[in-house]
């Protein structure tokens, strides 16, 4: 895994002024050496767009982890890309409308976690590289925004 500056945690754009959150499908699909679309594309995107690891993320994939000293090399590679909190006040209870208003469409989020992360990359306005099918609902119903 390779990275780029840290930066400032509250999600700066570099240069290009795009920001992508990377989701943990795609980071366990990485350490799992599955070539699929989504981790083609975080390789080509390593040089040229500022890319977040939302601290729900670290957790997601760390607890995959097969032991300790395997934890501590997931971590030391993911904490070369910007860290960022994805839950406070205002994202809670943005994702609780969110999740209310799809449920009023008969939709049911199974994941808090990808809750939370689409609404945060929405508010944000971030784009999401994932390869997760429950982001799908926020693509279509809110303009999540896809890397």
Do not use: N
């Not at 910007?82 to 939709?107: C, K, N, P, Q, W």
């Amino acid at each position: 895994m390779g990275g780029r500056s840290r930066g400032d945690a509250t999600g700066a754009t570099d240069s290009t002024g795009i920001v992508i959150v990377v989701d943990s499908s795609v980071w366990i699909a990485l350490l799992r050496g599955r070539e699929i679309s989504a981790t083609a594309k975080l390789r080509a995107l390593a040089a040229s767009e500022e890319q977040l690891v939302g601290d729900l993320i670290l957790l997601e994939v760390l607890q995959g982890a097969r032991d300790e000293a395997h934890a501590s090399r997931i971590e030391a590679a993911l904490r070369r890309y910007v860290m960022v909190s994805l839950l406070g006040d205002e994202i809670a209870t943005r994702a609780a409308a969110l999740y209310r208003e799809l449920r009023s469409f008969g939709i049911t989020v199974r994941k808090t976690a990808d809750l939370i992360i689409a609404t945060y990359c929405i508010e944000h306005g971030h784009q999401l590289l994932h390869e997760d099918r429950d982001f799908v609902p926020f693509v279509k119903h809110f303009g999540l925004r896809v890397a």
